[in-house]
């Protein structure tokens, strides 16, 4: 991936190996990841990895999450971004455009998911020509689930995953399409 996208406060940018230690100390707290099957990181490998799967898929789909990096300070504040889904089915849905963020806990509350999603959403739509844009939520994430709702989503229906927890699933549709 060679673009990067910026909004007033933010600079979003294809994953670099240099992201790794800032994207490990998010990934390693557990309230990060109260909503995400409670499974925080215990060892950087982890996050090589998952940065060279992400730059896979930028080769295999053309887009991926990026890195998300506060313009005044340089700060790498987490990841957001647009993921093309077909590497398992989510909700009896698969080939399917994902929203999703992720942000270290000192940088919540500040603004920057909706700043950052406004963007997507606005590069999804008018640059890539995605017709729906698709999301899912812990249906107790009621931080992530109102982040959507602001930006335009939908609320569709919520579902159980395989262990019986309860997912919501969001929808946006392309108005120019």
Not at 85 to 102: K, L
Not at 162 to 175: M, P, S
């Amino acid at each position: 991936m060679n673009f990067s996208i910026e909004t007033e406060r933010l600079i979003l940018r294809p994953f670099e190996k240099s992201d790794a230690n800032a994207l490990f100390e998010m990934d390693c707290n557990p309230n990060v990841h109260k909503y995400l099957w409670q499974k925080p990181i215990i060892a950087i490998e982890e996050v090589y990895a998952y940065i060279e799967m992400v730059q896979k898929q930028y080769i295999e789909n053309n887009i991926g999450r990026f890195s998300t990096i506060i313009k005044e300070t340089g700060e790498l504040i987490g990841w957001t971004g647009i993921k093309f889904v077909n590497d398992h089915v989510e909700n009896g849905n698969t080939n399917f455009y994902d929203y999703g963020y992720r942000l270290n806990e000192k940088f919540w509350n500040k603004g920057y998911a909706s700043e950052a999603s406004k963007a997507w959403l606005d590069y999804g739509f008018n640059q890539m020509k995605i017709k729906e844009m698709n999301a899912y939520t812990h249906a107790n994430n009621g931080a992530s689930n109102h982040v959507l709702q602001k930006v335009g989503f939908h609320f569709i229906e919520d579902y159980p995953d395989e262990n019986g927890v309860t997912w919501k699933w969001w929808q946006l549709l392309n108005r120019a399409q």
